[in-house]
């Protein structure tokens, strides 16, 4: 019997790099939009930042099938019981916003009677009916989520950090598409 790799599945890999990628495309494209007037090119950036944000909708549900059909690797016997509870609760709070993101503002575009069109292919169906009092709640919670999806990323890069450059325990290293293919011990 083969003894198992430390490393996730390239498509693990890629799906994950794809998000993390969509997710930074998505702060710049939200703070871009921002800081511009009301007019055509703000509504550009909106329609893209909604595209975008449907697009992590997917891929986070393509994510949690391939996840339940393939486990992650386990996590280096040296980490203490109390980090692989932070480990789990951390992956499940971004499986969480990464899901709720998305449909927040879908449902905040419907609140509003904005549509939401993926790259001009398609057009979701409005979720609820136009409602100015449940659009500001949820632009506020839309923007609250963004703030704790950052904190939550920074903290996760520094935990990769941690785990390569202090403890060298490769764990950054079952992620990168270049790291070493270790086998447990």
Known sequence: ??????????????????????VVTQFVLAYAASGLP?????LILMARHKSVGMTILMLVGVRLAWRAWNPPPPLPDSVRPMERRLARYS????????????????LMSSAKNYSVSWFN??????????????????????DTMSFVLLALAIVHVVAAFRHQFWLKDDVLLGMLPFGKNRRLP
């Open 1 to 22: 019997m083969p003894i198992p790799l430390r490393r996730y599945s390239g498509v693990a890999q890629a799906l994950h790099w794809a998000v993390a990628a969509l």
């Open 38 to 42: 009301l007019g055509m090119e703000r």
């Open 91 to 106: 992956h499940g709070a971004f499986y969480v916003l990464l899901f709720a993101m998305p449909v927040s503002g879908w």
């Open 121 to 142: 292919l398609l057009t979701w169906p409005d979720l609820i009916g136009k409602n100015d009092t449940a659009f500001a709640w949820l632009r506020g919670l839309h």
